[in-house]
């Protein structure tokens, strides 16, 4: 079980610990042996600078797929007749597949392997994206296609933030747990931040075509990278022994399952997750337009830049403050509890003004500052489930990432909905505000973060 290895690591690591004073001259080859027959499971501090510089690049060239379609869309309407409807049912279509593996993807890491799964769905939805302008132009019905296309990249791209989960439970230390998931995370606002700058002047210069080729051929030579220079050649494909092993199940299992489920802290964490993702996939599926329309004048390398810029560096302080608050003996749960009060609280505040200002400027420094602080919660709730559950983590994020995704279907619909018939921008803003102040209730309530999976059997 891959939980008993932390717990092993420790113990055997607190042995070394005490007897690394006392060692002299040959007994130097004594500690080695130690530490070899361990069996650390953890990353050497070289192979987790590695791999998180990979995986952060990855997670970069995830949002750059995942937002071409937000930067494209008013080109893509225009091109193709579709109005703020149908707009919004191509852009809602990603998390309608986004929604059906988060929880398959969390399993599977889980049981084979987070950098396996990673790996195969990037070469898919990489593909995907680079065939996206063919299938629209030789098609008489491309909202139809499109719209397929976005599901089944949604589907795709589903299991990539439930197997970094799995990954970092696995393979990352819990006091640099929230470095190591904050830099990572960071990926997605410098992956919007690429798209923005570049996107942007790809659509104005060679038209929204080049900007799927641009992130379909990134993502494509990042799997080729990945599988030539850090994976084995067991951990590039999945055999039947594999599938077997993530299938393979027992009556006793799903007891302890609902155990699991009947635990205030899990549900927490999974209501938490589901108003922070839905709220995010709100933002980035509309910020484009609502700057597009409402500062028609205004460029778009601006607003599909700068607040992401600022969204970077506050993601790997948010990581670093956290480890360091922790290190130096607060308490874990009240460091996580913080870190969303920032998140969830505190941006709110800012999307709020920036739902009544009518200044280009203005609105330019509140989406930025709403956005920087909301990348306090990778310190956050998804630190917390790594707490909560190592051996299940990216099953259970998949759990909480699934309700985010079905609610950001309706959210993202939704405001398309009351933008059209209330004509202004402020509902939309609303709606986000209140339902991220609702989960940080719950989590400030109920989140915890003792280990509650020790009796759990993960099937």
């Not at 079980?1 to 002299?24: D, E, H, R």
């Not at 986000?432 to 009796?455: Q, Y």
Request: charged residues 10%; aromatic residues 14%.
């Amino acid at each position: 079980v891959p939980g008993n290895f932390p717990m092993a690591s420790t113990s055997l690591g607190g042995k070394i610990a005490g007897y690394q004073g006392q060692l002299l001259g040959g007994d130097v080859q004594i500690l080695e042996r130690l530490r070899r027959s361990s069996r650390d499971p953890f990353w050497s501090r070289w192979e987790s600078r590695v791999w998180t510089a990979t995986l952060l690049v990855g997670t970069c060239l995830l949002y750059c797929a995942r937002a071409n379609m937000p930067i494209c869309a008013v080109a893509m309407s225009e091109d193709f007749g579709w109005n703020k409807r149908q707009s919004g049912i191509v852009l809602s279509s990603f998390f309608w597949g986004y929604c059906l593996t988060q929880v398959l993807g969390g399993h599977l890491s889980d049981k084979i392997g987070g950098e396996k799964v990673i790996f195969l769905s990037a070469l898919t939805w990489g593909l995907i994206t680079a065939m996206t302008p063919l299938v629209a132009h030789v098609t008489s019905v491309p909202l139809i296609l499109v719209s397929v296309l976005r599901f089944l990249m949604g589907l795709l791209q589903g299991v990539h933030f439930p197997a970094l989960a799995s990954l970092f439970s696995q393979r990352v230390r819990e006091t640099e747990r929230a470095f190591t998931c904050s830099t990572v995370g960071s990926g997605s606002q410098l992956g919007t931040l690429v798209m923005g700058g570049a996107g942007s002047l790809l659509l104005e210069w060679y038209g929204w075509e080049s900007v799927f080729y641009f992130a379909g051929f990134l993502a494509l030579l990042w799997g080729y990278c990945l599988s030539t220079y850090l994976l084995k050649e067991k951990e590039r494909i999945v055999t039947v022994e594999d599938l077997k092993k993530c299938f393979a199940g027992s009556a006793q299992a799903n007891g302890q399952w609902k155990k699991l489920f009947r635990k205030a802290p899990v549900w927490a964490v999974i209501l938490a997750q589901l108003c922070v993702a839905s709220t995010a996939f709100t933002i980035f599926s509309w910020m484009p337009t609502f700057f597009k329309e409402r500062f028609p004048e205004s460029k778009g390398w601006v607003f599909n830049v700068v607040p992401w810029l600022f969204a970077i560096p506050a993601g790997i302080l948010s990581g670093l403050l956290s480890d360091h608050l922790i290190t130096q003996g607060y308490q874990t749960v009240w460091v996580r509890k913080l870190m969303q009060i920032v998140g969830m609280g505190f941006s709110s505040a800012f999307i709020f003004c920036l739902a009544h200002t009518t200044t280009y400027h203005y609105a330019v420094a509140f989406a930025s500052v709403a956005l920087a602080l909301q990348t306090f919660n990778h310190s956050g709730i998804t630190v917390n489930v790594q707490d909560l559950a190592p051996t299940c983590a990216g099953f259970l994020f998949g759990v909480a990432n699934t309700g985010g995704a079905l609610l950001g279907v309706v959210l993202v619909y939704l405001s398309g909905y009351l933008i059209e018939t209330t004509g202004s921008w402020s509902s939309m803003f609303y709606l986000v505000i209140v339902v991220n102040l609702m989960g940080l209730v719950v989590f400030l309530e109920f989140a915890k973060s003792e280990r509650v999976d020790t009796e759990t059997i993960h099937v």
